[in-house]
């Protein structure tokens, strides 16, 4: 067998063993404190992010009482994930937020024993089960990106279209229609040295397991621009000033540090200076086909 066999072979048996953590570690409640201390190191073939440099035909900012949620309607090609620790692909649903009621405690996953200003979850669900609603029945059903915020003095310019839109939707179950923008405007198409775990959220009233994939390398955001969520109200007309989930204890439960980079003193890497709109070179859409 040659060396690339035996490379590919190695991989889809790492594949297949996260996979099957589903049924046991999916079991365990979400969210966890992450620290790279304890992570096992692994190696993947990188994730493959496709079409999330395309921009929708639509795109809806809406306050569900509980948080703000940014969905898409699509033409044809539609975002998803494919390689890095997937079995299958998995299609982007939509991204929302969490945050809290101050600016250093406002994430539901804590790193390195404390809480981060805030997080971004961007929900995905397998493609061979159809549909989301379908997928929320399944054990691997369900996959969340998560990116981490850390307070910067600048305004993000990145934030600019959903920041400038949350007085338009103070009311719960109100939304608007935003200009449309590609995805990668937001979230960073990472390939390499990022966390993943399974874990258990409950979701339109059932409890569901979710393999978690979360970025080493946090988005900037300023105090200002946090205190516009914190201004949004749920459907009793009172301010939404936190929408977090207990912490839970990790247990027994694998957490692994995929394709690692010589950088591990600390669990979270230094925040990119972003000045425009205009995203880094470093993203290479490597399949554009559904």
């Given at each position: 067998?040659?060396?690339?066999?035996?490379?590919?072979?190695?991989?889809?048996?790492?594949?297949?063993?996260?996979?099957?953590?589903?049924?046991?570690?999916?079991?365990?409640?979400?969210?966890?404190?992450?620290?790279?201390?304890?992570?096992?190191?692994?190696?993947?073939?990188?994730?493959?992010?496709?079409?999330?440099?395309?921009?929708?035909?639509?795109?809806k900012l809406t306050n569900?009482?509980?948080?703000?949620?940014?969905?898409?309607?699509?033409?044809?090609?539609?975002?998803?994930?494919?390689?890095?620790?997937?079995?299958?692909?998995?299609?982007?649903?939509?991204?929302?937020f969490h945050w809290g009621?101050?600016?250093?405690?406002?994430?539901?996953?804590?790193?390195?024993?404390?809480?981060?200003?805030?997080?971004?979850?961007?929900?995905?669900?397998?493609?061979?089960?159809?549909?989301?609603?379908?997928?929320?029945?399944?054990?691997?059903?369900?996959?969340?990106?998560?990116?981490?915020?850390?307070?910067?003095?600048?305004?993000?310019?990145?934030?600019?279209?959903?920041?400038?839109?949350?007085?338009?939707?103070?009311?719960?179950?109100?939304?608007?229609?935003?200009?449309?923008?590609?995805?990668?405007?937001?979230?960073?198409?990472?390939?390499?040295?990022?966390?993943?775990?399974?874990?258990?959220?409950?979701?339109?009233?059932?409890?569901?397991?979710?393999?978690?994939?979360?970025?080493?390398?946090?988005?900037?955001?300023?105090?200002?621009?946090?205190?516009?969520?914190?201004?949004?109200?749920?459907?009793?007309?009172?301010?939404?000033?936190?929408?977090?989930?207990?912490?839970?204890?990790?247990?027994?439960?694998?957490?692994?540090?995929?394709?690692?980079?010589?950088?591990?003193?600390?669990?979270?890497?230094?925040?990119?200076?972003?000045?425009?709109?205009?995203?880094?070179?470093?993203?290479?859409?490597?399949?554009?086909?559904?």
């Open positions: 067998m040659s060396s690339s066999a035996d490379s590919h072979e190695r991989n889809e048996e790492t594949i297949r063993f996260i996979q099957h953590l589903a049924y046991t570690d999916g079991k365990l409640r979400s969210p966890i404190d992450l620290n790279i201390s304890y992570m096992k190191c692994i190696n993947l073939y990188p994730i493959q992010w496709c079409n999330y440099n395309v921009t929708p035909k639509k795109l569900t009482g509980y948080t703000v949620m940014l969905s898409t309607t699509w033409r044809d090609k539609q975002p998803h994930l494919c390689g890095g620790p997937f079995a299958s692909s998995y299609i982007f649903s939509q991204l929302h009621k101050t600016d250093m405690d406002g994430s539901e996953h804590y790193v390195d024993g404390g809480s981060m200003p805030m997080e971004l979850h961007a929900v995905h669900y397998n493609s061979d089960y159809g549909t989301q609603m379908s997928a929320l029945r399944q054990n691997d059903g369900i996959a969340i990106v998560i990116y981490f915020f850390q307070l910067q003095e600048a305004p993000n310019p990145l934030l600019d279209d959903i920041i400038n839109t949350l007085p338009f939707i103070q009311a719960a179950h109100s939304s608007i229609r935003l200009i449309p923008f590609p995805l990668i405007n937001i979230m960073r198409c990472f390939q390499r040295d990022y966390f993943v775990y399974w874990g258990s959220i409950t979701m339109t009233n059932i409890r569901n397991s979710v393999l978690w994939i979360i970025s080493r390398e946090p988005l900037g955001i300023s105090i200002d621009q946090i205190a516009e969520f914190r201004t949004l109200r749920d459907t009793r007309k009172m301010p939404i000033v936190t929408n977090c989930q207990s912490l839970q204890d990790r247990g027994n439960r694998n957490v692994f540090h995929v394709c690692p980079s010589g950088s591990r003193y600390a669990t979270l890497l230094q925040i990119r200076n972003v000045k425009n709109k205009n995203y880094p070179e470093e993203y290479v859409d490597s399949n554009n086909k559904q």
